[in-house]
């Protein structure tokens, strides 16, 4: 979801962080395209088998639902520690976008070319995981989901899911916090499945991937692009929130700047 930098590495106090995804201009862009589709590809296996394990374990539907965000809680952690270093981490087409909107107003982050690579190589991986979860499983390897998830109420939730995702990883980049993503992240986003109606999709990509699974994690095609539609509308508000929370004075502005 965010940029970690790798361990031991030393920072001098007056070298600025980079914002979220930020990675050094060494990393060649096919190894943090591989890094996006392979993390967005275990990040969506993880939701998908922990769903349809909690399921064939049990009927009770909130035994499911929190053995479904105790797996994503700590498999999201994982992925972040591990490939954050590469590409930032993102898994997810909001905080790309987001920051490259940020970039474009003279901020760090994702340029277009990157983020032409970004954005197909995360849907390409949430797909691969939707189906490698149902391989391991005996599922069919593709059947549409029918959950539906058009209600309105739900389509709140991904607002208020996404927003909240956004506000906390460029937050955490604004006041220099970006190490503790790994944990900050993951528990975010358990708490969201949680507290949000939807069980905080947050991300176009696995929304795109789960429709492939007509499984508990699912969602049916036709509610696809309601959520997208939300997820970024909650993006845009996240950021939003960011320039009013984390607004520096001008005196700081002169500072960095100088």
Request: proline share 2%; charged share 10%; net charge negative.
């Given at each position: 979801m965010t940029a970690t930098e790798p361990v031991g590495t030393p920072i001098p106090a007056d070298v600025r962080r980079p914002e979220p995804g930020v990675t050094s201009a060494r990393t060649p862009?096919?190894?943090?395209?591989?890094?996006?589709?392979?993390?967005?590809?275990a990040l969506v296996a993880i939701v998908v088998g922990s769903?349809?394990?909690?399921?064939?374990?049990?009927?009770?539907?909130?035994?499911?639902?929190?053995?479904?965000?105790?797996?994503?809680?700590?498999?999201?952690?994982?992925?972040?520690?591990?490939l954050g270093p590469v590409s930032g981490a993102h898994f997810n087409p909001a905080v790309t976008l987001a920051e490259w909107w940020t970039a474009r107003r003279g901020g760090a982050g994702v340029n277009a070319r990157e983020l032409a690579v970004y954005v197909p190589s995360q849907t390409a991986g949430a797909i691969a995981g939707a189906i490698l979860a149902d391989a391991m499983f005996g599922e069919p390897l593709v059947k549409w989901s029918t959950h539906d998830r058009s209600a309105g109420n739900l389509l709140l939730g991904e607002v208020v899911a996404t927003a909240g995702l956004i506000l906390l990883v460029f937050g955490l980049a604004k006041t220099d916090r970006l190490r503790f993503a790994p944990v900050a992240v993951a528990s975010y986003i358990g708490a969201a499945y949680?507290?949000?109606?939807?069980?905080?999709?947050?991300?176009p990509a696995v929304t795109i991937g789960r429709a492939f699974t007509d499984?508990?994690?699912?969602i049916a095609?036709?509610?696809v692009p309601g959520f997208i539609a939300m997820q970024l509308i909650g993006a845009v508000a996240g950021l939003a929130l960011v320039s009013v929370i984390f607004m520096r004075g001008k005196t700081e502005q002169r500072r960095r700047s100088a």
């Open positions: 862009l096919i190894a943090r395209a591989a890094a996006e589709l392979v993390g967005t590809a769903g349809i394990q909690a399921t064939e374990l049990t009927d009770d539907v909130a035994l499911q639902l929190l053995a479904n965000s105790t797996a994503t809680v700590f498999g999201l952690g994982v992925l972040i520690t591990l949680w507290f949000t109606s939807s069980t905080s999709f947050a991300n499984t508990f994690a699912g095609p036709a509610s």
